[in-house]
């Protein structure tokens, strides 16, 4: 499907999304980004981000840092720039993925929330090398799409909520495309939204080679002290009911 008709798509989304503006998805998204580290000094690419919902809420944290705000649709970035007060540390860009330049070299934060669905999947292998890319050695990858069973429901029952792209992705696929793009999984989970397990929520780190540098010599002693205290007091705890020589 050519870039020019998904463009045009999402276009005429606007009114939809105005529609529905903020909503659950939102807030539930938005406080995991802040469980998972966005902090005020953060910079985040956030691939998709629509009319600015999302945009807006990370802007309220990253009050010190820097977003880079992409989308394929010119209007979504239009209604995005009228909408959002604060845009001192926003950058918005009207391009897809696959074709874009950063203007900024690495981010602590990437996101698609809804948004891999509806790439292609022909594309993912190379989009998830552009993302690699992007990142350094703590960057957080964060993806949030409806899990497969949600996706064929919505098709067969509400054909209306359907946009031009929205594809049934499996977990194994996208953790290979991830994990040769030199990725590795921080953590996966399924949750409910609308309805029950509805969908995946998955983050990904750089792959870090493995060292034998062990975790004890680094530290410091009164960290080892504290350490020790509480390891005793878990091994106390454990030993009431279960046979352990302390």
């Not at 499907?1 to 045009?8: A, D, G, I, L, R």
């Not at 989304?13 to 807030?27: A, G, I, M, P």
């Not at 956030?46 to 919902?53: A, D, F, L």
């Given at each position: 499907?050519?870039?020019?008709?998904?463009?045009?798509f999402y276009d005429a989304?606007?009114?939809?999304?105005?529609?529905?503006?903020?909503?659950?998805?939102?807030?539930t998204l938005f406080r995991?980004?802040?469980?998972?580290?966005?902090?005020?000094?953060?910079?985040?690419?956030?691939?998709?981000?629509?009319?600015?919902?999302?945009?807006?809420?990370?802007?309220?944290?990253a009050i010190n840092g820097?977003?880079?705000?992409?989308?394929?649709?010119?209007?979504?970035?239009?209604?995005?720039?009228?909408?959002?007060?604060?845009?001192?540390?926003?950058?918005?860009?009207?391009?897809?993925?696959?074709?874009?330049?950063?203007?900024?070299?690495?981010?602590?934060?990437?996101?698609?929330?809804?948004?891999?669905?509806?790439?292609?999947?022909?594309?993912?292998?190379?989009?998830?090398?552009?993302?690699?890319?992007?990142?350094?050695?703590?960057?957080?990858?964060?993806?949030?799409?409806?899990?497969?069973?949600?996706?064929?429901?919505?098709?067969?029952?509400?054909?209306?909520?359907?946009?031009?792209?929205?594809?049934?992705?499996?977990?194994?696929?996208?953790?290979?495309?991830?994990?040769?793009?030199?990725?590795?999984?921080?953590?996966?989970?399924?949750?409910?939204?609308?309805?029950?397990?509805?969908?995946?929520?998955?983050?990904?780190?750089?792959?870090?080679?493995?060292?034998?540098?062990?975790?004890?010599?680094?530290?410091?002693?009164?960290?080892?002290?504290?350490?020790?205290?509480?390891?005793?007091?878990?091994?106390?705890?454990?030993?009431?009911?279960?046979?352990?020589?302390?």
């Open positions: 499907m050519m870039s020019e008709e998904v463009k045009q989304f606007v009114d939809h999304q105005l529609k529905v503006s903020f909503n659950e998805r939102h807030l995991e980004l802040k469980h998972l580290g966005l902090s005020s000094a953060s910079s985040v690419l956030e691939v998709g981000c629509g009319i600015g919902v999302m945009t807006s809420l990370i802007a309220s944290v820097f977003i880079e705000a992409l989308d394929i649709s010119p209007e979504s970035i239009a209604e995005a720039k009228k909408r959002i007060k604060r845009q001192e540390m926003i950058n918005f860009v009207i391009a897809d993925l696959t074709h874009y330049e950063s203007s900024h070299r690495e981010f602590d934060f990437i996101t698609l929330m809804d948004v891999l669905e509806h790439i292609p999947e022909t594309d993912h292998d190379e989009l998830f090398m552009k993302i690699s890319h992007l990142m350094h050695g703590d960057s957080v990858l964060f993806i949030s799409i409806p899990t497969p069973h949600s996706i064929v429901y919505e098709k067969l029952h509400h054909p209306e909520n359907v946009q031009i792209i929205d594809q049934e992705l499996r977990a194994d696929k996208l953790l290979v495309r991830a994990y040769h793009a030199g990725l590795e999984l921080d953590f996966f989970r399924t949750i409910g939204i609308w309805s029950t397990n509805d969908y995946h929520l998955i983050a990904f780190k750089k792959k870090i080679e493995y060292s034998n540098d062990r975790i004890s010599n680094k530290r410091k002693f009164i960290l080892k002290a504290i350490h020790r205290i509480r390891q005793w007091k878990e091994k106390s705890l454990l030993s009431r009911n279960y046979r352990l020589h302390l």
